[in-house]
């Protein structure tokens, strides 16, 4: 073996261990096809095997193979090729690869030599295919749920308005800062740009129900929840979130649209409002800015007739906490 053919022999051996790479070279004098250790094991078919072209041709996957059943007759006439397609090992392993096929042409300008490269690359076909189906889930589930999907940075600013603004007929020019408050019923703004910038100070979930105007006029309720999507190192990398609409016999308990009426919760209300955010009742008082003895004495119904801006502070200050007050056949249901 002449020093340069060594050389040559080291430098493919260096690259097809690098990477899933096997090489072959098809000489049209001889007919013979040899094949590099590399493609031996990408194949399942030994270096020393005797190849032809239709032993190569048959290792394609039967679904596969009507599709490059053109490849010799383009080759012969001097085109290269790059095409996709699925091998089947001896063994019955499916393998996707990557094949590229270049013509070497003599002086005459006829083909003499093929040069083919394959890759394996199954796990990025394997990747491409989760996500694909991971997608068409997704998709599946919005339809289903008639959910909006929106995605916003690590400031809490939405990136895309598009989803927004086909619910609500604003212009995407409109959404940005705070803008998209303004679909928001008046009356739930505070309440949601309160839950919002808590979520953000805390990096939880973010979860709260109000109303919208729509396109056509209307205020509709909507559940808005979102979640901080993390990176590797647990890194929050942007918010996700998601809203789906509420029926309107199962809204939460608040006024009409139009209206600043206040519906009182009862003691027992809000003790299990505060069991579920395992606040005491100083922690209550602190964030609606009622004395602990006024709540207390609400809670254990000693307090006779509550002020409704009191009832109001309280009811707010648990549904910005994360708590949610819903009305089912007149019956009120608390959950987080």
């Known amino acids: 073996m002449s020093a340069s053919a060594s050389f040559f022999q080291n430098v493919l051996r260096l690259v097809e261990e690098q990477g899933q790479i096997g090489f072959w070279w098809h000489d049209l004098a ?11 094991r990408i194949s399942g078919v030994p270096a020393s095997a005797t190849r ?8 394609i996957h039967p679904q596969d193979r009507p599709y490059q059943a053109d490849m010799m007759d383009l080759i012969d006439t001097g085109h290269p090729l790059r095409r996709e397609f699925r091998i089947v090992r001896p063994d019955g392993t499916i393998r996707w690869v990557s094949s590229r096929i270049d013509v070497v042409l003599g002086d005459d300008g006829k083909p003499v030599r093929f040069v083919g490269v394959v890759a394996d690359v199954t796990e990025r076909r394997e990747a491409q295919r989760a996500v694909e189906f991971n997608h068409g889930r997704r998709a599946a589930f919005l339809e289903a749920t008639s959910a909006l999907t929106w995605i916003a940075d690590l400031s809490g600013q939405s990136i895309d308005y598009t989803a ?9 020019e409109h959404c940005t800062g705070q803008g998209w408050l303004d679909a928001v019923h008046p009356n739930d703004r505070d309440r949601v740009r309160a839950a919002y910038r808590n979520a953000l100070a805390r990096n939880e979930v973010y979860n709260v129900d109000y109303r919208v105007m729509t396109r056509d006029g209307a205020y509709r309720w909507y559940n808005a929840r979102s979640a901080p999507v993390r990176d590797a190192t647990g890194a929050i990398r942007e918010w996700q979130g998601v809203l789906l609409p509420i029926d309107e016999h199962h809204r939460p308990v608040v006024g009409e649209a139009g209206s600043d009426e206040v519906t009182t919760l009862t003691g027992a209300q809000i003790r299990g409002a505060r069991g579920l955010l395992d606040w005491s009742l100083a922690q209550l008082a602190q964030a609606s800015g009622v004395s602990v003895s006024t709540i207390k004495r609400m809670e254990d119904g000693s307090e006779g007739t509550t002020r409704p801006s009191k009832a109001e502070a309280v009811r707010r200050a648990l549904q910005t906490g994360g708590v949610s007050f819903r009305t089912v056949d007149g019956v009120t249901w608390i959950s987080r």
Do not use: F
């Open 164 to 172: 927004w603004c086909e619910l609500t007929g604003m212009l995407p």
């Open 52 to 59: 032809t072209r239709q032993s190569m041709l048959n290792s």
């Open 30 to 40: 001889s007919g013979q096809i040899t094949a590099s250790p590399g493609l031996a």
